[in-house]
């Protein structure tokens, strides 16, 4: 049985508000002042904690959770071995040979394209790095009961997952537009015990039912956060926990070729997947940083997801970062064929790389994802989820400015299972491309 009730609003302020531009405290491209602007919850001016005075004590005993397990060796040991064992880690950077000859020019010449495999982790996707650690977190802290939100339903079923291995009563707040659209998900969540409570509306919806049903719950119940978004520690936390992502492709680099990638390429919709193959190279300033986001049916159409191409800077969901909005600082819904990037805002150290220019952000449409989508279906006989479809898209941009042997890694952040009923539908409306 799936409860379905009305969203009544967002929290965590309410209403949103804007805020001027302001010096982000160096600008250009220095990331020097990273590690301090980490100790503090702050990106620049993003980030922070704009939540009511009774979620403090325990945003801050999760932050001291956090700070402790970084330096006990009995929980990295059992991460590491959940990670390996459990999840399947390390996975894979492949080389996509048809995909690299497919971009290539009339000359013969361009880049080397590889793919970062997450969609080959258990579960089918890059969360369930973050989902088992936060759940090993929240046994620590002598929580029974998760809490979480989901949209395309991969953090939701990693979440389950992790719950289930660990013997935790698992919530999961999902949009009635998302369940609609990914039945595949909502079917496993159930069948690996959680309790999936529908919300009207999308992603940011069940977001805000979730939070609220951590608030009313704070010395019960442990609320696990899928993505680089919310107050502090949050957004530290999650892209902590998806760095392995980075960390593992840098080690693989060198074993294959002996150096760094060159590019680094991934989707960005609140933007866990691409700070967590971005971190570990941040300091290498002759890496490229490039996240992409949806254009859903074009930025002039208005039905779209991308905030920072589009947004203004605001507070949305206890942090401040870049988010969609009106002149009166009311949220606009986002769209995009892939609902894991319908978020209205973006984490706050992902809008803090884009004003120190450290990142670069472009967009792609829903029908450039889709031809991206059956491109590597064809060619490399792997079925990418339609978010990250959306970075693959972006290649043919980037490969034509490239110079011939220049490395790109594309982080392949999901598989296309669930989305697959999305596909057919749009190939049927005479998008088949």
């Known amino acids: 049985m799936i409860n379905c009730r009305l969203s009544t609003g967002h929290i965590l302020p309410t209403p949103t508000y804007k805020s001027k531009p302001c010096n982000t405290g160096g600008g250009g491209s220095d990331v020097s002042s990273l590690a301090v602007l980490l100790e503090e919850g702050k990106f620049g001016r993003y980030g922070g904690k704009f939540v009511p005075e009774t979620l403090i004590s325990c945003l801050s005993q999760l932050e001291a959770e956090f700070s402790s397990i970084a330096h006990d060796a009995g929980f990295q040991m059992e991460l590491a071995t959940t990670l390996k064992d459990y999840v399947g880690r390390e996975t894979p950077l492949y080389f996509a040979q048809r995909l690299t000859e497919y971009h290539k020019r009339p000359n013969g010449e361009g880049p080397e394209i590889y793919l970062k495999r997450e969609d ?120 902590e926990f998806q760095s392995v992502i980075g960390k593992e492709t840098k080690k693989q680099a060198m074993e294959k070729w002996g150096g760094k990638p060159d590019v680094l390429l991934a989707c960005v919709g609140s933007g866990s997947n691409a700070l967590g193959l971005f971190h570990e190279f941040i300091g290498d300033k002759d890496v490229r940083l490039i996240g992409v986001e949806a254009a859903g049916l074009g930025l002039e159409s208005g039905r779209h997801s991308a905030t920072l191409s589009t947004g203004e800077v605001g507070v949305y969901h206890g942090a401040m970062s870049y988010l969609l909005q009106d002149q009166d600082g009311q949220i606009i819904g986002p769209y995009s064929i892939g609902v894991g990037l319908e978020y209205p805002s973006v984490g706050p150290e992902v809008s803090f790389l884009k004003d120190i220019k450290r990142a670069e952000f472009y967009t792609v449409t829903d029908e450039e994802a889709l031809e991206a989508f059956q491109t590597l279906c064809k060619l490399e006989g792997i079925v990418p989820a339609l978010e990250a479809s959306h970075a693959l898209a972006f290649l043919s941009k980037l490969c034509p400015t490239m110079a011939n042997g220049t490395r790109i890694v594309v982080n392949c952040s999901g598989r296309g299972d669930k989305d697959l009923p999305t596909v057919e539908g749009r190939l049927k409306q005479g998008m088949d491309l």
């Not at 939701?156 to 949009?175: D, F, H, K, P, Q």
């Open 120 to 239: 080959l982790n258990h579960s089918g996707a890059h969360k369930i790095n973050n989902a088992v650690a936060q759940a090993m977190l929240a046994k620590r802290m002598g929580r029974k009961k998760v809490v979480a939100a989901t949209g395309a339903g991969q953090h939701g079923v990693a979440t389950a997952a992790a719950c289930a291995r660990l013997s935790l009563e698992c919530t999961i707040y999902m949009g009635s537009k998302d369940i609609q659209k990914q039945a595949h998900n909502v079917s496993q969540m159930k069948l690996l015990g959680a309790q999936v409570n529908c919300v009207d509306g999308t992603f940011k919806d069940a977001t805000s039912e979730a939070i609220r049903h951590w608030v009313g719950n704070l010395e019960t119940v442990f609320y696990l956060s899928g993505t680089v978004v919310g107050p502090h520690p949050c957004p530290t936390m999650v892209r």
